[in-house]
Nanobody
Framework: VQLQAFGGGLVQAGDSLRLSCVLS????????VGWFRQTPGKESEFVAA????????LYADSVKGRFTISRDNAENTVYLQMTSLKPEDTAVYYC???????????????????WGQGTQVTVSS
């Protein structure tokens, strides 16, 4: 599986932004796709994840109610709709995928085998 993330940019606090993660290769129901973010000097932080089947969807507490992860099976794309953005959401956002992750590991970056390149999101105050 190859992933390509895009859609980042510079926005103001309170604005919305939608990130896209396009997958190429084999996709199937149990495939987990996650969004993570990272700032300089910090470890990768879980943001949201979903199964390709839609059976499991998880969010970090810091984004719950503001971010929505969704997928378009026909377009082989997973989206991260971000609303009410805050300066602390500033980071490089990555999407990742793996077909062997159990539910309890979907928040763990190290559990994902396939990663896309990052896309920068900058939220100004």
């Amino acid at each position: 599986v190859q992933l390509q993330a895009f859609g980042g940019g510079l926005v103001q606090a309170g604005d919305s932004l939608r990130l896209s993660c396009v997958l190429s290769g084999r996709t199937f129901g149990r495939l987990a796709v996650g969004w993570f973010r990272q700032t300089p000097g910090k470890e990768s932080e879980f943001v949201a994840a979903t199964r390709w089947s839609g059976s499991s969807t998880l969010y970090a507490d810091s984004v719950k109610g503001r971010f929505t992860i969704s997928r378009d099976n026909a377009e082989n794309t997973v989206y991260l709709q971000m609303t009410s953005l805050k300066p602390e959401d500033t980071a490089v956002y990555y999407c990742a995928a793996d077909g062997q992750i159990i539910l309890s590991s979907m928040r763990t970056p190290g559990a994902y085998k396939y990663w896309g390149q990052g896309t920068q999101v900058t939220v100004s105050s």
